[in-house]
């Protein structure tokens, strides 16, 4: 029999944090990072939970330098080969610095995996180096069973890396994979910017209900989650932070800077406006001859817009580039869209730190890791009071 669940599902948009009595005078007070101590790696890191999607577009070795330097994540793309990733590790681990001088080497970054045969063995291949710390497994329907026995694999071959997997929307399943083996659980099914899944399958959940009851099912067995997908402005990270996430993982957030894939494209867009040019007309008023300038509208004015191209990991787009086409029994679950291009990934990374500080200040949250404990959330119709969008 079809069951339908009544229990309200909430996404990012739904709520507001209520602000409350605060100990803290000024944004520079609150610590933005915290230490993570992985349940199976037993190993412990210092940092900041935001973590670059393993999208072709934004896992890019140029964007792990610039988050491992910040002391935060990136899930490097899945389809770099062996030798390039043996090349980055090698130099990376010797070379990686974070801002407070700490060597970190490759303690930041993740090597992407899905768990068909090729994949394993390129994995495997890079593990056995020694080089690599950490593992993504990636596969966009956690709830498979093949999932939990890779998970148990590398878990067994490889006790010491941490492991992160996903996706899924739902506690049972991230205590399945916890206990599996993995130390963090990626959840999200649906909520990206370049995600169609929804569409596709009707299958999803919003990502704040998701977040609440994957992060209390992880938290109870020892592990940690991390929020992937439909972050859509800094204020979600903060509510997927308040909501239990220890993660959050972001993909189009910066897919329009330097350090993503791709060329930048340039679009020439009419305006509504035009250059004008000066006419005189001399007209007699009693008697004296005035001269009045006239400005007169000539061409209209052009303006040129920099983007570059994001793609959704199901998209047919991304399908033809990275594995030769389409399957006949897939279908497209993504879409390609142009990013506007934002410049250097640290202008946002800076940007979002001075939100998070200032969302800390308002809800009197000393340590990035108490989040969950002092926010509350206000269930809202509407979270904006314009388009967020000024002229300058
Ligand atoms: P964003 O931050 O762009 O909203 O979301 C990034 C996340 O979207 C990725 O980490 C990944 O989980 C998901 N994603 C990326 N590409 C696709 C796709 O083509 N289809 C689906 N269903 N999800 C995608």
Not at 12 to 18: A, P, R, S
Not at 51 to 70: I, L, P
Request: hydrophobic letters at 35%; aromatic letters at 10%.
């Amino acid at each position: 029999m079809t069951q339908v669940i009544n229990e309200e599902q909430l996404d990012y948009c739904d709520v507001l944090i209520k602000p409350k009595r605060s100990t803290l005078n000024s944004r520079k007070e609150p610590n933005v990072y915290r230490k993570y101590t992985f349940k199976w790696s037993n190993r412990t890191i210092e940092g900041n939970g935001l973590t670059v999607a393993n999208m072709a577009t934004t896992g890019t070795f140029e964007m792990a330098k610039v988050f491992q330097y910040n002391k935060m994540f990136c899930c490097l793309q899945k389809h770099y080969s062996f030798d390039s990733l043996y090349e980055f590790f090698t130099e990376n681990n010797l070379s990686a610095k974070t801002l407070d001088g700490h060597i970190c080497g490759n303690d930041y970054v993740f090597l992407s995996t899905g768990i068909n045969t090729e994949d394993v063995n390129k994995t495997k291949r890079v593990l056995d180096t020694g080089l690599c710390k950490n593992l993504c497994i990636d596969i966009a329907n956690g709830y498979i069973p093949k999932l939990l026995e890779a998970v148990s694999l590398f878990r067994k071959e490889y006790p010491d890396i941490i492991i992160m997997v996903g996706n899924v929307v739902t506690g049972d399943m991230v205590q399945d994979l916890i206990l599996a083996g993995a130390d963090l659980v990626k959840c999200g099914i649906g909520p990206g910017a370049n995600c169609t899944t929804r569409k596709q399958t009707g299958v999803g959940r919003p990502q704040l209900s998701t977040v609440l009851d994957c992060a209390e099912a992880a938290h109870a067995v020892g592990g940690y989650i991390c929020a992937d997908g439909g972050i859509t402005c800094y204020g979600d990270i903060a509510k997927a932070y308040g909501a239990g996430a220890d993660f959050v993982m972001v993909g189009s957030l910066v897919a329009g800077t330097d350090e993503a894939e791709g060329d930048i494209i340039e679009k020439v867009y009419r305006t509504n406006e035009y250059d004008c040019y000066i006419e005189t007309e001399e007209r007699v008023v009693d008697g004296f001859t005035l001269i009045d300038e006239i400005s007169v509208p000539d061409k209209p004015k052009y303006e040129t817009k920099k983007f570059k191209l994001a793609y959704g990991m199901s998209s047919k787009y991304a399908q033809d580039k990275h594995w030769n086409g389409m399957a006949n029994y897939r279908t497209s679950e993504g879409i390609v869209t142009l990013k506007e291009y934002v410049g250097p990934v640290q202008n946002i990374i800076d940007d979002y730190l001075g939100s998070l500080r200032s969302t800390m200040t308002y809800i009197n949250c000393t340590k990035l890791k108490d989040f969950p404990k002092v926010t509350t959330f206000y269930k809202v119709r509407r979270i904006l009071n314009n388009d967020g969008k000024g002229i300058l």
